[in-house]
Every structure is written in C-alpha cells, then in structure tokens.
C-alpha cells in the first residue's frame, strides 16, 4: 500500500444489524465478570460495548481490513466513550449501527507509525429510541509504514 | 457524597482464566490470547493469557454498581492503558470530581481507574451517574 497516508475510510457507513441479549447470556456474562444479574430486567452495562460491537454488521477483523491493516499485527483497542440514554434490558432485540469517523496517521515515540481508528456505534430499541452512544478508537501499529 | 470522596475500592484477588474462557463464548471473541498461554508466547506477549479489554472495563462497572447503588450510569470513558493478566489482582476504585444538582436528581462525575497490583492502571477514564431525586409524595 501507499504508506503516506491511511485509505480514506471516515464516513463509511457500518452495515449494523441486532442483538439481543437473553436472560441465560447475562447471567453468564456477569457469573463471569465476578458480579450478579440485576433483578430488575436491565443488562450489565458493558453490553453497551458488546453488543453494539457484535451487532455492528463486520467483525473486528473485517473493520481493520477497511483500514488496509492485519490484525494479527496488533492492534490495540485505545478508547471507548459512551452515553447512556436509556437502560439496557434483556430479552429486547436491538437495532446496531454505525460509522467510521476518521482514520488519521500519527507518529508515536513507542509505536513508531501509527494508525488511529475512530468509529461511532448506536443501539436503538424497536420502536427507534435511542438507547446507547458509543465512540470507539482502535491504535493500529503500521510496521512497514515510514 | 462531596467532591474528592473516594469510592469503595472492588477487587479480585487472581483473574481466573476461566472466566476469560466463559467471557470468550459470550463475546464471540475466538481470539487465542484470552485461552491459550503457548499462544500468548508465540505471539512474543508474555507467558499468560490475556483478559478480555471490555471485561477490565466491566470491573469498573462492578465497582460503580457498588459504591452508588441505584445510580444510573449516563456516561463512562475509559482509556486502555495496558493488559489484565491471568492471575493478576486487581482494584477497581474511583473519586468524586463533581456533585451537581437538578430537576432530575444528583449529577455525581467521578474519575474511575483499574489498577494491577505491582504494575499500575490498565484502565483509566470518568464516568457521569444520576441519583434520582425522590419522588414527592402524593396526599391522598
């Protein structure tokens, strides 16, 4: 590739899709995470990250193959911002999109060059509420870039 | 709650590998990092497996769950700083940077952190909880 600059990728829109998140899955998932379920049908709030990173419509391998990088060269998740606007609930099929914000080539004293990849992702109940906000940025390590 | 309270500090004494294994079907997440220690060596990491970055971040979730129970959460931002290893301890903690009243309850800011014992915070950011305000009652 040219290694002058990333491709140009802010604005893609993410295919997204749904997640729904049972009952038997949370209990799971907080069995897991050391804690219990709440009683009162809300889902652990890190399902703000999973599931609008499972229900995104690319795997995580698939979104860096947009940036043009490998994941088995490293990347690193850098940052994950969200606003809650409404509680998450089990046994709810949720509505998952998203898009690419911006890919931008920086130099780091550690990493050498560096991509950052920053996405947003939302979640919307059935009727179309908004439920979840979520920026992500991925640091993507380019060896072979100068 | 005043500005500069400490939170309740939320521990584990050792990750469980385990948990990483159970969090990797419940993620989707097949990456050998989290279940295979040979494969963490291969890859030049180290010599244990790796938890999981949203399940670190989760522990910070746990540690807010428990310092202000019936807060809702509106925002958390997190920056990650470094892995969470097999074995590891680690401490989920948090302080008080803003106390804020309105209509709809107490606005409470918090920086929030998770530390490894003996190596320093892995995850650092803020979070945003509002308590509500009680509802008034209503004369019968």
């Given at each position: 590739m040219d290694n002058a600059q990333p491709p140009q990728i802010?604005?893609?829109?993410?295919?997204?899709?749904?997640?729904?998140?049972?009952?038997?899955?949370?209990?799971?998932?907080?069995?897991?995470?050391?804690t219990t379920p709440n009683p009162d049908g809300t889902a652990h709030a890190i399902y703000a990250y999973i599931a609008t990173?499972?229900?995104?419509?690319?795997?995580?391998?698939?979104?860096?193959?947009?940036?043009?990088?490998?994941?088995?060269?490293?990347?690193?998740?850098?940052?994950?911002?969200?606003?809650?606007?409404?509680?998450?609930?089990?046994?709810?099929?949720y509505r998952i999109g998203g898009e690419v914000l911006a890919l931008t080539r920086k130099s780091s004293k550690k990493l050498g060059t560096i991509d950052i990849l920053e996405y947003r992702l939302s979640m919307d109940s059935p009727s179309g509420e908004r439920i979840v906000d979520i920026t992500n940025t991925w640091i993507l390590p380019r060896r072979a870039a100068k | 709650m005043h500005v500069g309270?400490?939170?309740?500090?939320?521990?584990?004494?050792?990750?469980?590998?385990?948990?990483?294994?159970?969090?990797?079907?419940?993620?989707?997440?097949?990456?050998?990092?989290?279940?295979?220690?040979?494969?963490?060596?291969?890859?030049?990491?180290?010599?244990?497996?790796?938890?999981?970055?949203?399940?670190n971040l989760a522990y910070i979730v746990n540690m807010l769950s428990a310092a202000l129970p019936g807060?809702?959460?509106?925002?958390?931002?997190?920056?990650?700083?470094?892995?969470?290893?097999?074995?590891?301890?680690?401490?989920?903690?948090?302080?008080?940077?803003?106390?804020?009243?309105?209509?709809?309850?107490?606005?409470?800011?918090?920086?929030?952190?998770?530390?490894v014992a003996d190596r320093g915070a892995a995850v650092a950011g803020g979070a945003m909880l509002l308590l509500a305000s009680p509802r008034p009652r209503v004369n019968p």
């Open positions: 802010a604005g893609r829109t993410l295919p997204g899709g749904e997640y729904r998140i049972t009952a038997d899955e949370n209990r799971r998932l907080c069995e897991a995470l050391y990173q499972s229900g995104m419509g690319v795997s995580v391998d698939g979104l860096l193959a947009l940036c043009e990088f490998d994941a088995a060269d490293g990347p690193m998740l850098g940052s994950s911002n969200t606003q809650y606007l409404q509680p998450i609930r089990t046994d709810v099929t | 309270d400490l939170l309740p500090v939320w521990r584990i004494d050792s990750v469980d590998p385990a948990n990483m294994r159970e969090l990797a079907g419940v993620l989707r997440d097949p990456n050998p990092i989290h279940l295979d220690a040979a494969a963490v060596q291969r890859l030049g990491l180290g010599d244990r497996v790796i938890n999981q970055g949203p399940a807060a809702v959460l509106l925002q958390l931002d997190a920056r990650f700083l470094a892995n969470v290893l097999g074995a590891d301890a680690v401490e989920a903690g948090g302080r008080v940077v803003s106390v804020e009243a309105d209509a709809a309850g107490t606005r409470i800011g918090c920086e929030i952190w998770l530390n």
